[in-house]
């Protein structure tokens, strides 16, 4: 049972222009959400994070938006770069019952820039 | 350049070997973690180590065996392990485990299992 889902597999947009990925999730108990960049033969890295208690995370270039009630995030970013082109994945935390923390991913989405 | 390094980057054995992954960081982490991801699919949590203590193992098979010898260091342990225990593993750390604070992730070992 998918907890955190991408349901785009991959987008493509035209440099400059607009990108935003989507995911959605369907566990309540979720109250951090990260998303992560992964180019191939690489680690996942770090790109923003949003806490349930707000709504909207800026960071340069990159914006988290989290709608609680629909329990839906997006990732935009703006403008965008060739470099961007990668596999994006969403996260979302959850205490596991004890005293940790632990992340589900999404199966991630893989933008593509065009020149 | 991560600052989570892994070793070995490939690593191909047989079913009868035993071999180790190392990771390690100089962030003054306190949390650190085992994820496996087979291509096309999302990493899986296997291990959380938290203050060099085992604090959560995801039903892992006996086959991994974790280990935390300080706070820098983490090692998986591969013993017997099957064809489809072939996938990418990855650790990351993050400052406690305790709280909710992003992870950060090496550029894991490719295993493959002969």
């Known amino acids: 049972d998918q907890q955190v889902k991408q349901n785009s597999p991959s987008l493509s947009v035209q440099e400059g222009r607009i990108s935003i990925l989507n995911c959605d999730y369907t566990?309540?108990?979720?109250?951090?959400f990260l998303w992560y960049k992964k180019y191939p033969a690489e680690g996942p890295t770090f790109l923003i994070s949003i806490s349930s208690i707000k709504d909207k995370n800026e960071d340069g270039r990159f914006t988290v938006f989290l709608n609680k009630s629909a329990k839906h995030l997006s990732l935009h970013i703006v403008p965008s770069q060739p470099g961007d082109s990668a596999v994006y994945f969403c996260?979302?935390?959850?205490?596991?019952?004890?005293?940790?923390?632990?992340?589900?991913f999404g199966k991630g989405t893989l933008l593509t820039v065009n020149p | 350049d991560t600052e989570v390094t892994q070793t070995p980057k490939h690593l191909v054995m047989g079913m009868t070997n035993k071999k180790s992954l190392k990771c390690e960081q100089h962030m003054g982490h306190r949390a650190m973690y085992w994820y496996k991801q087979k291509a096309k699919k999302p990493p899986e949590l296997m291990f959380v180590?938290?203050?060099?203590?085992?604090?959560i193992n995801e039903s892992v098979p006996s086959r991994f065996s974790p280990e935390c010898p300080n706070s820098s260091l983490l090692n998986l342990h591969l013993h017997a392990l099957q064809p489809e225990d072939s996938a990418l593993y990855l650790c990351?750390?993050?400052?406690?485990?305790?709280?909710?604070?992003?992870?950060?992730f090496g550029d894991g070992t490719r295993l493959s299992i002969l």
């Open positions: 990351a750390s993050s400052q406690d485990s305790r709280f909710n604070q992003p992870q950060h």
């Open positions: 566990n309540s108990m979720f109250d951090y």
């Open positions: 996260a979302a935390s959850a205490n596991s019952g004890g005293s940790n923390y632990k992340l589900t």
């Open positions: 180590y938290s203050y060099e203590k085992l604090s």
